[in-house]
């Protein structure tokens, strides 16, 4: 174990954010995620895509006639937004009180260093055909995943998929991530003038575009905060897990702020639709002057609940602010990304083999979570290799604050999955 922090925290130092224009980082990203797992003992080569970081694929033989098994992670990160949010530096590793903290310690560099441990542990004496591919765009979608899976199909071939992106249920409970919500966004755009002007001599009769915009986003909530859109499927499953003073806790919601819709909290989160105001463009309110604003854009995004499709869902999104555009207003919607939610089966040996693993690891049985996010990846690896079993695995936990400041990783839960992969995979061999 203190080899693998020393290669997560070595991971955490690099300042690998896909969205940044500097490829530079990402580049050096892949060469040290190669290095580590030639040290294992792995066959090791770069998959390349025109347009996108190199992948890493690491490769290990097993004994004739053993299943091949296909580890994945990222070493992509989030950026990490203004260091004065952050109690230490981004990229700097920093252990408080029994957990890690850092930009990717636990979103994904964790998960990179959970499969390495594997190859370590078993010494060059695989019980199955491991390939593990590491790539650097999953924090902007992935968007070159359909052509490297295109392009390297047979290289990525495996009767078994893990994806470590995941989170399990609460630091000391395991959990085995059976969905994923799916994902479609758009940039609206209102107009109203010409061009900007006085508020004093126009307002009152003319509209500016702000206000516009901020009725017409007021009409995809319901008074309890659900979505509006009727047509978004919802799929509840009467899941009871988290609790609401565990979100409220988790997500550090302000006393007294109520939190939305209607059904258990974890159906809300999980098997409901989401819909969401990301970003709006006006002028900030330190360049106000009294001026009727002639155009403004809001940037809306909506979750959708396993089951749903992307491409229905995009439509009816689209329709909904066409139509509840008001007092005339000049309207223009910009359809944005788009993935698919996602389900699991999770029963076979394969799933039997990884409880087992975190029974072993925890003490405890897992238990089933849903993910409120999107991973668009896993419905391409699916599509891409039907006949495989995939597994969504995790290793941070609901306080692992991934995407915001001060990520961290706990590492105890660190040193349990790592446990539970190697055993699980020791199981499948």
Request: glycine letters at 10%; aromatic letters at 4%.
């Amino acid at each position: 174990m203190p080899e693998l922090r020393g290669a997560l925290e070595a991971l955490v130092r690099l300042q690998s954010v896909s969205s940044a224009l500097d490829r530079a980082p990402l580049l050096a990203s892949a060469e040290v995620v190669a290095s580590l797992f030639r040290g294992a003992g792995a066959r090791v080569r770069f998959l390349e895509v025109e347009g996108a970081p190199p992948a890493v694929l690491a490769e290990v033989d097993g004994p004739p006639g053993a299943p091949t098994v296909l580890l994945y992670a990222h070493y992509d990160v989030q950026h990490p937004g203004p260091d004065a949010s952050w109690t230490s530096p981004p990229f700097e590793p920093t252990e408080r009180a029994g957990r890690l903290y850092g930009r990717g310690v636990s979103d994904d560099k964790a998960g990179i260093v959970a499969h390495l441990a594997a190859l370590r542990v078993f010494e060059g004496a695989s019980p199955l055909g491991i390939k593990v591919l590491v790539e650097g765009e999953e924090e902007i979608g992935s968007p070159h995943m359909g052509a490297l899976l295109a392009r390297h199909r047979d290289a990525l071939s495996a009767d078994v998929i893990v994806i470590a992106d995941l989170e399990h249920a609460a630091v000391g409970q395991p959990g085995l991530t059976t969905s994923l919500r799916g994902l479609v966004d758009c940039v609206v755009e209102v107009r109203t003038l010409a061009s900007g002007v006085h508020s004093g001599q126009f307002g009152g009769a003319v509209p500016d575009a702000l206000t516009s915009l901020v009725r017409l986003l007021a009409t995809l909530h319901r008074e309890d905060g659900s979505p509006a859109i009727a047509e978004l499927l919802h799929a509840p499953r009467g899941a009871t897990s988290p609790t609401e003073a565990e979100v409220r806790a988790h997500a550090g919601l302000l006393d007294g702020v109520q939190l939305l819709g209607q059904g258990t909290v974890a159906d809300r989160l999980w098997y409901a639709p989401a819909i969401s105001v990301l970003a709006i463009d006006a002028p900030p309110v330190v360049e106000a002057i009294n001026q009727l604003i002639p155009v403004a854009r809001a940037k809306v995004g909506v979750r959708l609940a396993p089951g749903d499709d992307p491409a229905r869902a995009m439509d009816a999104l689209v329709a909904h602010l066409e139509a509840h555009a008001p007092w005339g207003v000049r309207l223009a919607v910009t359809r944005g990304a788009a993935a698919r939610p996602f389900a699991l089966a999770t029963t076979g040996p394969v799933y039997d083999a990884f409880r087992a693993g975190l029974r072993a690891a925890w003490g405890i049985d897992a238990v089933e979570i849903g993910v409120g996010g999107t991973v668009p990846l896993v419905a391409e690896f699916a599509e891409a290799y039907p006949a495989a079993t995939i597994v969504m695995a995790g290793v941070g936990d609901p306080t692992s604050h991934i995407h915001g400041p001060d990520e961290s990783q706990d590492l105890g839960e660190f040193e349990r999955s790592v446990l539970a992969e190697v055993i699980a995979l020791s199981l499948l061999g």
